[in-house]
T-cell receptor
Framework: TQLLEQSPQFLSIQEGENLTVYCNSS?????LQWYRQEPGEGPVLLVTVVTGGEVKKLKRLTFQFGDARKDSSLHITAAQPGDTGLYLCAGAYNFNKFYFGSGTKLNVKP | GAVVSQHPSRVICKSGTSVKIECRSLDFQATTMFWYRQFPKQSLMLMATSNEGSKATYEQGVEKDKFLINHASLTLSTLTVTSAHPEDSSFYIC???????????FGPGTRLTVT
């Protein structure tokens, strides 16, 4: 069983649409990270959220950490083809343990 | 900052041989390095965690004698796949984390193909 569940698993949308990806767990994490990975490459860190209820913005991307630090969401406004990729959330425990979500494969069509 | 390199990026080897993959943190000291395996269109599966100067901690189901991990310095960890078989073919990715940091930075990955 996956400690972190991401939804949806696959998302195919048109350029300009908005979308939200969810990352849920029954466990409490000390922090949570979001990554984007393109085929044949390693994941690239997008953001780290630490405080319950925290909201961070990165251009058109908005990240939120749940109040109880068990879940997170990633919202993309006006998606572009360059946003296409595999989005991964990862929960961290005590500086030394990370658990990855199942991943969300996003395809943005021009 | 926070650059991690991996070498080689691609390797093809014959069944029964061993392959070594290097992971280096280029601009920070990585007290902890992680090794992951990723199957096509799937998320990352953690294989092992290594702390500099200590033995690696392997996840359940990962054979420590088959996947040898050495973390000899604060900037280098190696993964050796011993007696490789076709089922070991995969994308192997390392990541590195600094002391008491909850962020990890990934290498570009190594595509291993065993024929």
């Amino acid at each position: 069983t996956q400690l972190l569940e991401q939804s949806p698993q696959f998302l195919s949308i048109q350029e300009g649409e908005n979308l939200t990806v969810y990352c849920n767990s029954s466990s409490v994490f000390s922090s949570l990270q979001w990554y984007r990975q393109e085929p044949g490459e390693g994941p690239v860190l997008l953001v780290t959220v630490v405080t319950g209820g925290e909201v961070k913005k990165l251009k058109r991307l908005t990240f939120q950490f749940g109040d109880a630090r068990k879940d997170s969401s990633l919202h993309i406004t006006a998606a572009q083809p360059g946003d296409t990729g595999l989005y991964l959330c990862a929960g961290a425990y005590n500086f030394n343990k990370f658990y990855f979500g199942s991943g969300t494969k996003l395809n943005v069509k021009p | 900052g926070a650059v991690v390199s991996q070498h080689p990026s691609r390797v093809i080897c014959k069944s029964g041989t061993s392959v070594k993959i290097e992971c280096r943190s280029l601009d920070f000291q990585a007290t902890t390095m992680f090794w992951y395996r990723q199957f096509p269109k799937q998320s990352l599966m953690l294989m092992a965690t290594s702390n500099e100067g200590s033995k690696a901690t392997y996840e359940q189901g990962v054979e420590k004698d088959k996947f040898l991990i050495n973390h000899a310095s604060l900037t280098l960890s190696t993964l050796t796949v011993t007696s490789a078989h076709p089922e070991d073919s995969s994308f192997y990715i390392c990541s590195a984390s600094a002391y008491r940091s909850e962020e990890q930075y990934f290498g570009p990955g190594t595509r291993l193909t065993v024929t």
